[in-house]
C-alpha cells in the first residue's frame, strides 16, 4: 500500500498564510495603504484647515525656523502619504516622514507616559522601514523602476 502524500503548498492561500516562503507582498502592501491614509488623515488638517495653528505650536516647542519646518512637516504628513499610499517615491517621502516622525516622538512628545507616544512611535518605525525597504512589488515604484533594481546607480 502506497502512503498518500499530501502536498500542503497546493493551495496559495494556505501556503501565504503558513508557509515561510509565501509571498509577503499582500501584508506589506496593505500595511502601506493603511501607513499611508493615516498619513493623509494626520496631514489633512495640519496643511489645509490650521497650518498657522501648527507653524505656532512648532515655533513654541523651540524649533528654529518654524514657519519653513513646520510647513514641510504639515506637507510631508499630507503629500508623503499620498506618495507612500499609491506607492510613488516610497523611500523618498518616507525620508520625510521619518524626520516628521523623529521629531516627533522625540521632540514634541518628550516626557509623556509612553501611552502618550506609542502612535507616533509606530509611525516613526512604520515610515522608517518604508525608507530602507521601499513601496514593495505591489507599488508604482516597482513598476517603474524595477530594472533598475539589480543595479546601484539608483535608489528610489
Excluded at 509623556?112 to 515610515?127: D, H, N, Q
Amino acid at each position: 500500500m502506497r502512503p498518500i502524500r499530501r502536498d500542503k503548498n497546493k493551495n496559495p492561500v494556505l501556503r501565504m498564510l503558513f508557509c515561510a516562503n509565501g509571498d509577503r507582498n499582500a501584508g506589506f502592501f496593505l500595511l502601506r495603504i493603511f501607513v499611508g491614509i493615516a498619513f493623509i488623515i494626520h496631514g489633512y488638517g495640519k496643511t489645509f484647515e490650521n497650518l498657522s495653528g501648527f507653524v505656532s505650536y512648532i515655533g513654541k516647542m523651540g524649533i528654529p525656523f518654524a514657519n519653513i519646518l513646520g510647513t514641510a512637516a504639515a506637507f510631508s504628513e499630507f503629500f508623503g502619504g499620498i506618495f507612500l499610499s499609491v506607492g510613488l517615491f516610497s523611500k523618498i517621502s518616507s525620508f520625510f516622514l521619518t524626520c516628521t516622525m523623529f521629531v516627533a516622538v522625540f521632540i514634541a512628545h518628550a516626557g509623556m507616559p509612553f501611552e502618550k507616544r506609542e502612535l507616533a512611535i509606530v509611525y516613526l518605525l512604520c515610515s522608517l522601514m518604508f525608507m530602507l525597504k521601499g513601496g514593495g512589488k505591489f507599488s508604482i515604484d516597482y513598476l517603474l523602476f524595477k530594472n533598475m533594481n539589480n543595479s546601484n546607480k539608483f535608489i528610489i
